[in-house]
């Protein structure tokens, strides 16, 4: 199965919890998931209890689990179990209650009916040339049925049809891949490696191994529970998750930025580890015995042919100051395997990709800094977006006076909770930066409490459609406080719902995340769907996409709109012995709201829509025309179409632009007013 482990796209405000069961993967049972789901229920802010509701998502998802792409069943066969009745929903809930879970067994049945009629199909399949590929995926453009979005074939001869051109597809992505590394990937070999990635994903629901040996019952049930509780889980909303373990791997790798081991990314390609990529700084980089394309054959003399990648990683990881031996294959360029022993010591690992990137531009009598900051994070060693924005700050403090600074969230999507009032905090004296509500209606305050500020002087926040979660709350606040001008598209991604998880909890073998709670600004509202609204309008390359929670499956529906304001803080979840200190140290440094005035904002606004309406790039790109760039060729000059990222990255820099425009404005204005 071709994966690797890389960033995965997230929207998260995450504290951290556990649960009293913890079902062990490789031996869950059904017993587990009524279990598993009242603990659940008793922690998700709105759904308490099975109903015909969550039951009908429960089956939905269960089947587009196993058919995402809807390559494998008819639309008879779908809609049978799709379609269903209310009197046989309830008797589902009824089964659910029982602990009888025989219809998603029957499901799991036309499932492997579907994937043996499907490598009956793809036996049939015969591929000439990446040139052929390239030309039938160009001509399938014109066929409707074979749209990615299309609904279930009628047909067996378009399902098949519809099999045939995602796997030219996948075939196509991995020759460019590969030519991207300098690689020449063989056809045959791309055929192999794509079916090898059906077949591991099939084996799950077929219940055999690698080898297509029978799995063990335990197993077999384990494997059975799982996509089970995948489906109950992710029925409750569309932030709700039991994860998979490459998922939960990932997800807590961009969480925590750092693990320890030898610093390989691994990828499975036709049933072989392959490295990857070696991150920089690590063991595996600075040793330079390992290189990408190296297929890993034995850890600690272990042979890894039927482990899964999972499995290698763990191995691979482990304790600094420890050493790993690794037998590997390397192919040479006249084709021949030679094979050779690398030993390597696990380091503690930083991952750099993803956290804070720093700029600035000159202007009179100083900089304007710029700081990106890709999510909320927080690992070992003191490893945290708190401590890196603060590090940025004191950097660009270096360059020269710092005259207005932008805070860039455009694609920050979330992280944890308490390193977005970190970062918040940075900007303003003590107080207030989120009210949470759980599911048992009380409310959480959490507060910045070191009466400090980091930075003072103009303060612009860049955001976009796909600035989400604690991001949002970093955003809400400070625009709340009046301490930022917020520019960028209309509005924010609104995400105001928190997620607890268990995936960086040490010992949890069945990782899950679980929408637990809602947040409110500390001016009392709720960015749920309605985001964060822009005070300067300088639209990004997602203007104008469906983006956003609205548009995402089984959005969340949460009441109440707002709760009181809470500035002036009254320390009503304060403990009464706690209290002496928050009255002597904390309330005597709360921020005060100071806001922009109305003729600045009008001014600032002005400005910005003169220049917004004389570029003209902008303009064409606001209109949905092509950009267009100057390539010399000697002497001569010629005018070529930007490719789509091409123009995504000259719209991304003309937003940033405008963003400093704004920022030099806000400083020229406030010192006149």
């Given at each position: 199965?071709?994966?690797?482990?890389?960033?995965?796209?997230?929207?998260?405000?995450?504290?951290?919890?556990?649960?009293?069961?913890?079902?062990?993967?490789?031996?869950?049972?059904?017993?587990?998931?009524?279990?598993?789901?009242?603990?659940?229920?008793?922690?998700?802010?709105?759904?308490?209890?099975?109903?015909?509701?969550?039951?009908?998502?429960?089956?939905?998802?269960?089947?587009?689990?196993?058919?995402?792409?809807?390559?494998?069943?008819?639309?008879?066969?779908?809609?049978?179990?799709?379609?269903?009745?209310?009197?046989?929903?309830?008797?589902?809930?009824?089964?659910?209650?029982?602990?009888?879970?025989?219809?998603?067994?029957?499901?799991?049945?036309?499932?492997?009916?579907?994937?043996?009629?499907?490598?009956?199909?793809?036996?049939?399949?015969?591929?000439?040339?990446?040139?052929?590929?390239?030309?039938?995926?160009?001509?399938?453009?014109?066929?409707?049925?074979?749209?990615?979005?299309?609904?279930?074939?009628?047909?067996?001869?378009?399902?098949?049809?519809?099999?045939?051109?995602?796997?030219?597809r996948q075939i196509q992505k991995l020759h460019q891949q590969a030519e991207q590394l300098g690689r020449k990937l063989p056809l045959e070999e791309a055929v192999k490696d794509v079916e090898a990635e059906y077949e591991q994903f099939e084996n799950s629901y077929l219940y055999v191994n690698r080898e297509g040996s029978p799995l063990p019952a335990k197993a077999k049930e384990d494997l059975f529970v799982f996509h089970i509780l995948k489906a109950l889980t992710a029925s409750l909303d569309a932030h709700s998750s039991f994860l998979e373990p490459d998922e939960a791997y990932t997800l807590k790798m961009r969480l925590q930025?750092?693990?320890?081991?030898?610093?390989?990314?691994?990828?499975?390609?036709?049933?072989?580890?392959?490295?990857?990529?070696?991150?920089?700084?690590?063991?595996?980089?600075?040793?330079?015995?390992?290189?990408?394309?190296?297929?890993?054959?034995?850890?600690?003399?272990?042979?890894?042919?039927?482990?899964?990648?999972?499995?290698?990683?763990?191995?691979?990881?482990?304790?600094?100051?420890?050493?790993?031996?690794?037998?590997?294959?390397?192919?040479?360029?006249?084709?021949?395997?030679?094979?050779?022993?690398?030993?390597?010591?696990?380091?503690?690992?930083?991952?750099?990709?993803?956290?804070?990137?720093?700029?600035?531009?000159?202007?009179?009598?100083?900089?304007?800094?710029?700081?990106?900051?890709?999510?909320?994070?927080?690992?070992?060693?003191?490893?945290?977006?708190?401590?890196?924005?603060?590090k940025a700050l004191d950097d660009l403090a270096q360059k020269g006076p710092i005259k207005g600074l932008i805070l860039d969230l455009r694609d920050n999507r979330g992280?944890?909770?308490?390193?977005?009032?970190?970062?918040?905090?940075?900007?303003?004296?003590?107080?207030?930066?989120?009210?949470?509500?759980?599911?048992?209606?009380?409310?959480?305050?959490?507060?910045?409490?070191?009466?400090?500020?980091e930075y003072t002087g103009p303060l612009v926040i860049l955001t976009s459609k796909m600035t989400a979660s604690a991001a949002e709350i970093v955003t809400q606040a400070l625009q709340d406080y009046g301490v930022a001008i917020v520019v960028g598209d209309e509005r924010t991604y609104g995400k105001g719902s928190i997620q607890m998880q268990t995936v960086t909890t040490k010992g949890?073998?069945?990782?899950?995340?679980?929408?637990?709670?809602q947040y409110y600004s500390v001016s009392g509202k709720s960015t749920q769907v309605e985001g964060v609204k822009a005070d300067i309008v300088v639209p990004s390359v997602f203007f104008n996409r469906r983006m956003g929670e609205e548009y995402l499956h089984f959005p969340l529906a949460l009441e109440g709109g707002a709760v009181p304001a809470a500035f002036d803080d009254k320390l009503i979840d304060i403990e009464p012995a706690m209290k002496e200190w928050y009255l002597q140290y904390y309330l005597p440094n709360l921020q005060t709201p100071v806001h922009i005035k109305p003729q600045v904002r009008k001014e600032l606004q002005a400005r910005s829509k003169e220049r917004m309406d004389k570029n003209q790039e902008y303009q064409r790109f606001l209109s949905g025309l092509s950009l267009y760039k100057v390539v010399k060729h000697g002497d001569k000059e010629e005018t070529v179409k930007l490719t789509k990222e091409e123009a995504q990255r000259r719209i991304w820099a003309l937003q940033m632009q405008e963003a400093v425009n704004v920022a030099k404005d806000l400083a020229e204005l406030q010192t006149k007013v």
């Open positions: 199965m071709l994966r690797r482990f890389i960033a995965i796209a997230f929207l998260l405000v995450l504290p951290v919890f556990a649960f009293a069961v913890d079902p062990k993967r490789g031996e869950l049972t059904t017993d587990d998931i009524p279990k598993f789901m009242q603990q659940i229920f008793s922690e998700h802010i709105t759904y308490k209890k099975m109903d015909s509701e969550i039951m009908a998502r429960t089956v939905k998802l269960f089947v587009q689990q196993f058919d995402p792409q809807r390559t494998y069943l008819l639309a008879s066969e779908a809609g049978h179990f799709i379609n269903l009745k209310k009197d046989t929903l309830h008797q589902l809930v009824v089964a659910f209650g029982a602990g009888n879970f025989a219809y998603f067994q029957e499901m799991i049945v036309q499932f492997q009916q579907a994937i043996e009629r499907s490598r009956a199909m793809r036996k049939k399949f015969d591929f000439t040339s990446y040139k052929a590929i390239d030309y039938e995926i160009l001509k399938s453009s014109q066929n409707p049925v074979l749209s990615e979005l299309a609904p279930y074939p009628q047909t067996q001869e378009d399902l098949e049809a519809r099999f045939r051109i995602k796997m030219v930025k750092g693990f320890d081991g030898i610093g390989v990314v691994v990828e499975e390609q036709a049933g072989a580890c392959i490295v990857q990529e070696l991150l920089k700084g690590s063991s595996a980089a600075t040793d330079g015995q390992l290189k990408v394309g190296d297929e890993i054959t034995r850890v600690d003399e272990n042979p890894v042919s039927g482990w899964t990648l999972e499995e290698v990683l763990s191995k691979l990881q482990g304790k600094a100051g420890t050493e790993v031996s690794l037998d590997i294959k390397r192919r040479k360029p006249n084709g021949k395997d030679e094979e050779l022993s690398v030993k390597l010591e696990r380091q503690k690992i930083v991952i750099q990709e993803g956290r804070v990137e720093t700029s600035f531009e000159k202007c009179e009598g100083g900089i304007i800094g710029k700081i990106i900051l890709h999510s909320f994070y927080e690992g070992p060693d003191g490893i945290s977006a708190v401590n890196d924005v603060k992280g944890f909770l308490m390193q977005a009032v970190g970062v918040a905090g940075l900007f303003i004296k003590s107080g207030v930066i989120v009210i949470s509500k759980t599911a048992d209606g009380k409310e959480h305050f959490f507060r910045d409490l070191k009466p400090g500020i949890v073998d069945s990782p899950l995340k679980i929408t637990v709670g």
